[in-house]
């Protein structure tokens, strides 16, 4: 039991497994928004761990959800996610933000901005964010943001933000579906990275978004994803079930759609799809 009287299931704060330690991430992170890491060696998937929190009497805004493995690691679009022990990052955080169900794409944004900010400052590498949450190196994808929410009519009661990163996968563990898709940042830079001290990094950077959030509105956010998006003004293809539709992604609009100026000189609100930058 937690201090507030949540039960966590399974895992353990304090735990460590392979390079992770909760206690080594907790005390890393100096912020006020984290208080509480739990550290599984193995899950189904961090994202429904955190879930299952959503019925505590206390909902545990500020709890983070690390495994070193997940077993049905879920993407975007009912994919799944691969996540072997040992080498990449799958995390959870858990808030009970103050905003409108209308709002929840700007905790994808948050996510988003959080990646790719924290993976920049501790690899060197250049990232780029493709609409929605596709994080980008290269034109692969070296990790993604899925957000998950618990809701009533109104009000968000929970969201789970969760961050999938290939930190020290090589490209050829990877499924051969996969393969010219995806990418990590050991391929990349051709060294590995501590997996801590980038999980330390995107909590910092969620915190610090998360406020802007709070504190600020919707507008820094905006710009700021904007400046670090690859999709913006470039020719793309969106796959939308059956439909697939062609034409230039002007810019996202307030609650971070996407504006898609078509053949036909029209414009298309895009709010989920899989988007293919032309070049
Ligand atoms: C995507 O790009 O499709 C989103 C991928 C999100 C993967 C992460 S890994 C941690 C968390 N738990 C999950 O099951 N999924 C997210």
Same mark, same amino acid.
């Given at each position: 039991?937690?201090?507030?009287?949540?039960?966590?299931?399974?895992?353990?704060?304090?735990?460590?497994?392979?390079?992770?330690?909760?206690?080594?991430?907790?005390?890393?992170?100096?912020?006020?928004?984290?208080?509480?890491?739990?550290?599984?060696?193995?899950?189904?998937?961090?994202?429904?761990?955190?879930?299952?929190?959503?019925?505590?009497?206390?909902?545990?805004?500020?709890?983070?959800?690390?495994?070193?493995?997940?077993?049905?690691?879920?993407?975007?679009?009912?994919?799944?996610?691969?996540?072997?022990?040992?080498?990449?990052?799958?995390?959870?955080?858990?808030?009970?933000?103050?905003?409108?169900?209308?709002?929840?794409?700007?905790?994808?944004?948050?996510?988003?901005?959080?990646?790719?900010?924290?993976?920049?400052?501790?690899?060197?590498?250049?990232?780029?964010? !493709?609409?929605?949450?596709?994080?980008?190196?290269?034109?692969? !994808?070296?990790?993604?943001?899925?957000?998950?929410?618990?809701?009533?009519?109104? !009000?968000?009661?929970?969201?789970?933000?969760?961050?999938?990163?290939?930190?020290?996968?090589?490209?050829?563990?990877?499924?051969?579906?996969?393969?010219?898709?995806?990418?990590?940042?050991?391929?990349?830079?051709?060294?590995?990275?501590?997996?801590?001290?980038?999980?330390?990094?995107?909590?910092?950077?969620?915190?610090?978004?998360?406020?802007?959030?709070?504190?600020?509105?919707?507008?820094?956010?905006?710009?700021?994803?904007?400046?670090?998006?690859?999709?913006?003004?470039?020719?793309?293809?969106?796959?939308?079930?059956?439909?697939?539709?062609?034409?230039?992604?002007?810019?996202?609009?307030?609650?971070?759609?996407?504006?898609?100026?078509?053949?036909?000189?029209?414009?298309?609100?895009?709010?989920?799809?899989?988007?293919?930058?032309?070049?």
């Amino acid at each position: 039991m937690t201090k507030s009287g949540n039960t966590i299931p399974a895992g353990r704060c304090g735990a460590i497994f392979a390079d992770l330690s909760s206690d080594e991430i907790l005390a890393g992170v100096c912020g006020f928004l984290w208080k509480k890491v739990c550290l599984f060696e193995s899950v189904d998937s961090t994202n429904e761990r955190a879930l299952a929190l959503a019925s505590s009497e206390v909902p545990p805004h500020g709890t983070v959800i690390i495994a070193d493995a997940q077993s049905s690691g879920r993407g975007r679009l009912g994919r799944k996610w691969f996540s072997p022990p040992g080498r990449n990052i799958y995390m959870s955080a858990l808030l009970k933000p103050e905003i409108g169900l209308r709002d929840a794409t700007l905790l994808t944004i948050v996510g988003a901005l959080a990646g790719v900010v924290a993976l920049r400052n501790k690899t060197g590498l250049d990232l780029r964010i !493709k609409w929605p949450n596709d994080l980008m190196v290269n034109n692969k !994808k070296i990790g993604g943001i899925l957000t998950e929410i618990r809701s009533d009519p109104e !009000k968000i009661n929970l969201a789970v933000i969760g961050i999938g990163v290939n930190v020290n996968s090589e490209v050829v563990d990877f499924p051969e579906e996969l393969s010219g898709i995806v990418t990590s940042a050991r391929t990349e830079a051709g060294r590995m990275f501590s997996r801590v001290g980038i999980i330390i990094e995107i909590l910092r950077e969620l915190e610090r978004w998360y406020k802007t959030l709070t504190n600020e509105g919707r507008r820094p956010l905006l710009e700021e994803w904007k400046s670090r998006s690859s999709t913006i003004g470039k020719k793309v293809r969106i796959v939308l079930g059956n439909e697939i539709l062609s034409g230039v992604a002007e810019t996202i609009d307030d609650n971070g759609m996407l504006i898609l100026r078509t053949g036909s000189g029209g414009k298309r609100r895009i709010s989920s799809g899989d988007v293919m930058e032309l070049r």
